[in-house]
C-alpha cells in the first residue's frame, strides 16, 4: 500500500496487477507447503515400497521371467551366503575329497624328528671280511628251495652207481645222496644242498643233492639212491610220502674250486664243491670290477670270453654270505681246497 502513496500515477491496468499480486503470494505458499507435505510422505512410502520390493526379488521373481529386471535381479542374488572366514571342516576332522581320497588325517605320518636312530659310531662289517646278511633278508637269495620252509612230496629211488651226477661234482663213496626233481633243481640251483627227509613212520635221513630227477618227477619229489631210500623204508614200497627241509650241516670241510676241463684265458667254467649251503652267485675279477657269471644246468659258472679267468672269485650263498677266494690257478679239471667255508645256519 506504500507503493501506491509514495510512486508516481500509474496507469489503471498496471495499478490493478500490482494490487492482486499481495493477495497472490498467500495463495502460492499454501500451495507450496500443501505440495511439500505430500511430497515427503510420498517419498517415504516409495522408498519404503522399493526397499520391500528389493528385499523380496529373489524369492518372488522366478527364474524364467522374461523381464529385464527380474533376469537382473535373479542374476545378481547369490545362491549361497559368501563365507569370508575358514570354514570349519578345515579345522576339525578332514573329510574325502570328491576323488575318494582318504582324509589328510589318515595319511601315514613321519617319523618324529627326535626318534631314535642308529648311532653314527655303531660297529660295521669291515670291507674284506666275508658279509652275512641279518636274519631280516635270511634266504633271500634263495631260489625256490627256501630255509625253514618244510615241503612235501613223495620218495622214490635210483641206483646211484658211483655217486655222481648231473651236478657234475665227480664219483664219491658217500651214498647218501638224492636227485632233486626238474622243477626244484631250478636249473642247478640246488645243487650240493644237504636236505633233511622225513617219512610218515617216524625215519629219517640226510642226503645231498648231486642229481636231477627229469620229469615226470614231481614237484616236492626226491629221486633217493637206493641206500638212503632203505634208511626209511623196503625198497618194495615204490613210493613214500615224506616230507623234507632244506639244511646247514655242522659238520663240513672247507670249499674247493675246479675249473672245467677246456678252461684257459679265453673261456672257463668254475664249479664250487664241498659248500655247507646252496651257493647263490659267483663273480670272478677283471678290470672294470667285479663280474658276476652265469650258472649252467650242469653246475658250472660260465666265461664265456674269458674275461676273469684265474683272476680272485667272491662266492655267495643264499643267506647273502660272500667268501673272497684268491690264489687259485688256472688247472683244469682239478678240485683246489681253499680255507674257507660259509657260516652255519
Known amino acids: 500500500m506504500r507503493t501506491t502513496k509514495h510512486g508516481a500515477a500509474e496507469p489503471l491496468r498496471k495499478h490493478r496487477r500490482a494490487f492482486g499480486i499481495p493477495l497472490a503470494l498467500p495463495a502460492v505458499g499454501v500451495v507450496v507447503c500443501l505440495a ?19 528385499t523380496a526379488a529373489p524369492a518372488s521373481v522366478p527364474a524364467d521371467s522374461g523381464s529385464p529386471t ?3 535381479d535373479a542374476t545378481m542374488a547369490p545362491t549361497q551366503p559368501l563365507v569370508t572366514s575358514p570354514s570349519p571342516s578345515l579345522r576339525g576332522t578332514p573329510t574325502p575329497s ?12 613321519r617319523a618324529p624328528s627326535n626318534s631314535p636312530r642308529t648311532p653314527s659310531n655303531s660297529p660295521r662289517t669291515p670291507a674284506n671280511t666275508p658279509r652275512t646278511e641279518s636274519a631280516v633278508s635270511t634266504g633271500s637269495l ?18 646211484a652207481g658211483d655217486g655222481n651226477g648231473a651236478c657234475l661234482y665227480g664219483p664219491s663213496s658217500d651214498l647218501m645222496i638224492a636227485a632233486m626233481n626238474h622243477t626244484d633243481y631250478e636249473s642247478a640251483k640246488a645243487c650240493g644242498a644237504y636236505v633233511l627227509v622225513r617219512a610218515a613212520n617216524g625215519a ?19 629221486d633217493l639212491s637206493q641206500q638212503a631210500f632203505a634208511k626209511l623204508a623196503n625198497l618194495s614200497v615204490g613210493r613214500l610220502p615224506i616230507t623234507w627241509t632244506l639244511l646247514s650241516p655242522a659238520a663240513s670241510g672247507t670249499i674247493s674250486i675246479r ?17 655247507r649251503n646252496p651257493v647263490a652267485a659267483l663273480e ?7 663280474r658276476k657269471l652265469h650258472r649252467t644246468d650242469y653246475n658250472y659258472f660260465l666265461a664265456a670270453d674269458g674275461n676273469g679267468c684265474g683272476k680272485a672269485m667272491r662266492v655267495s650263498d643264499i643267506y ?4 673272497t677266494i684268491d690264489g687259485i690257478a688256472l688247472k683244469p679239471d682239478v678240485a683246489q681246497s681253499t680255507r674257507v667255508q660259509f657260516a652255519r645256519h
Open 204 to 222: 629219517s635221513i640226510t642226503v645231498r643233492i648231486v642229481n636231477e630227477c627229469p620229469l615226470p618227477c614231481a614237484p616236492g619229489q626226491l
Open 98 to 109: 570328491a576323488a575318494g581320497r582318504p582324509p589328510v588325517a589318515s595319511r601315514s605320518r
Open 320 to 323: 647273502g654270505e660272500r667268501l
Open 70 to 72: 527380474a533376469a537382473a
Open 259 to 275: 675249473y672245467k676241463t677246456g678252461s684257459s684265458q679265453y673261456w672257463c667254467g668254475i664249479q664250487v664243491i664241498g659248500h
Open 36 to 54: 511439500a507435505a505430500l511430497l515427503i510422505g510420498g517419498s517415504t512410502d516409495t522408498r519404503r515400497t522399493a526397499d520391500e520390493s528389493v
Open 142 to 159: 634263495a631260489g625256490r628251495i627256501k630255509p625253514a620252509i618244510r615241503y612235501q612230496g613223495v620218495a622214490t629211488a635210483y641206483e
Open 284 to 290: 670272478v675279477r677283471t678290470a672294470n670290477g667285479w
